[in-house]
């Protein structure tokens, strides 16, 4: 005689047979999407390097040209002090990601 199905039966995350197969989970290990969001969370606060760079050099680069035509210098030498202001800009937040 074939026993009736009750609706409990019929959950299968109720059934004992599915407990046999799958284990619970583990309460201290995190899953890989919480991992996954608390990487992005993590991309959008952390400081890019070249972002803060390029916001610092336009104003740099604009009070060094203030202060080379107040000194009446040669342009050929102030290009020379913008590029090299630019390069020491740029080598700085290159280094920045491998510290």
Same mark, same amino acid.
């Given at each position: 005689?074939?026993?009736?199905?009750?609706?409990?039966? !019929?959950?299968?995350? /109720?059934?004992?047979?599915?407990?046999?197969?799958?284990? #619970?989970?583990?309460? /201290?290990?995190? !899953? #890989? +999407?919480?991992? $996954?969001?608390?990487? +992005?969370?993590? +991309?959008?606060? /952390?400081?890019?390097? *070249? /972002?803060?760079?390029?916001? !610092?050099? *336009?104003?740099?680069? $604009?009070?060094?040209? $203030?202060? !080379?035509?107040?000194?009446?210098?040669? #342009?050929?030498?102030?290009?020379?002090?913008?590029?090299? *202001?630019?390069?020491?800009?740029? $080598?700085?937040?290159?280094?920045?990601?491998?510290?």
């Amino acid at each position: 005689m074939t026993r009736r199905l009750e609706e409990r039966d !019929l959950r299968s995350l /109720e059934r004992r047979s599915m407990y046999a197969i799958f284990h #619970p989970l583990d309460v /201290e290990e995190r !899953l #890989p +999407r919480e991992l $996954i969001h608390e990487g +992005r969370r993590q +991309r959008l606060c /952390e400081i890019h390097f *070249l /972002e803060v760079t390029g916001a !610092l050099y *336009l104003p740099a680069l $604009i009070m060094a040209m $203030i202060a !080379l035509g107040s000194a009446h210098v040669n #342009p050929l030498l102030g290009f020379v002090v913008m590029s090299s *202001l630019f390069m020491g800009f740029l $080598i700085y937040a290159i280094s920045a990601r491998y510290r």
